[in-house]
T-cell receptor, first 117, second 116 residues
Framework: GAGVSQSPSNKVTEKGKDVELRCDPI?????LYWYRQSLGQGLEFLIY????????KSGLPSDRFSAERTGGSVSTLTIQRTQQEDSAVYLC???????????????FGAGSRLTVL | AQSVAQPEDQVNVAEGNPLTVKCTYS??????LFWYVQYPNRGLQFLLK??????LVKGSYGFEAEFNKSQTSFHLKKPSALVSDSALYFC??????????????FGAGTRLAVHP
């Protein structure tokens, strides 16, 4: 598609439930990133995927968080046993690969707003 | 540690006046610097970047930013503010250890309010 697509746009869940957030990057973008934006705070890096290499998971806040990217395209961020502090907007971004023209610019999706009651 | 600081939570400016949104960074080596803007209920949009070359970088919507290595700053500027510029602005620097990919370290954001 023309942009980065994220779904759902809004998710309300109960504490302890699992949630899945989906990101569909721009076609041809080999790098994909997940960030979290909490109320009143900046963007917190979570994870990024770079082509077929092992992902950089250094920003995942706990082992309840995981992400995968299937076929080098769509990515799913899974949060198990959600807690109230997981409430935030989860942003996905994609970019061209290393060395490509425009590789330095991330294109963000509109985000998935998660509310844990 | 690598970091970005945006010292102002909010900047207020009258329409037609010049605006400045401040950003300082802390990284080793030559930084890759970015500004993004977030309008209400929307994702971040790229404004401009500094990679190398001229210290004054021009971007979208009439914005520009000046890279100052000695002051480790990358302030965002616009000569004449519009009400429609009201939004949340983020400064970011590329993680120098991300192997050439754009793992960005963001500042906390500055809310710009332009009053008619």
């Amino acid at each position: 598609g023309a942009g980065v697509s994220q779904s759902p746009s809004n998710k309300v869940t109960e504490k302890g439930k699992d949630v899945e957030l989906r990101c569909d990057p721009i076609s041809g973008h080999t790098a994909l990133y997940w960030y979290r934006q909490s109320l009143g705070q900046g963007l917190e890096f979570l994870i990024y995927f770079q082509g077929n290499s092992a992902p950089d998971k250094s920003g995942l806040p706990s082992d309840r968080f995981s992400a995968e990217r299937t076929g080098g395209s769509v990515s799913t961020l899974t949060i198990q046993r959600t807690q109230q502090e997981d409430s935030a907007v989860y942003l996905c971004a994609s970019s061209l690969g290393k060395g490509a023209s425009g590789a330095n610019v991330l294109t963000f999706g509109a985000g998935s707003r998660l509310t844990v009651l | 540690a690598q970091s970005v600081a945006q010292p102002e939570d909010q900047v207020n400016v009258a329409e037609g006046n010049p605006l400045t949104v401040k950003c300082t960074y802390s990284v080793s080596g030559n930084p890759y610097l970015f500004w993004y803007v977030q309008y209400p209920n929307r994702g971040l949009q790229f404004l401009l970047k500094y990679i190398t070359g001229d210290n004054l970088v021009k971007g979208s919507y009439g914005f520009e930013a000046e890279f100052n290595k000695s002051q480790t700053s990358f302030h965002l500027k616009k000569p004449s503010a519009l009400v429609s510029d009201s939004a949340l602005y983020f400064c970011a620097v590329r993680d120098m250890f991300s192997g050439g990919y754009n793992k960005l370290i963001f500042g906390a954001g500055t809310r710009l309010a332009v009053h008619p």
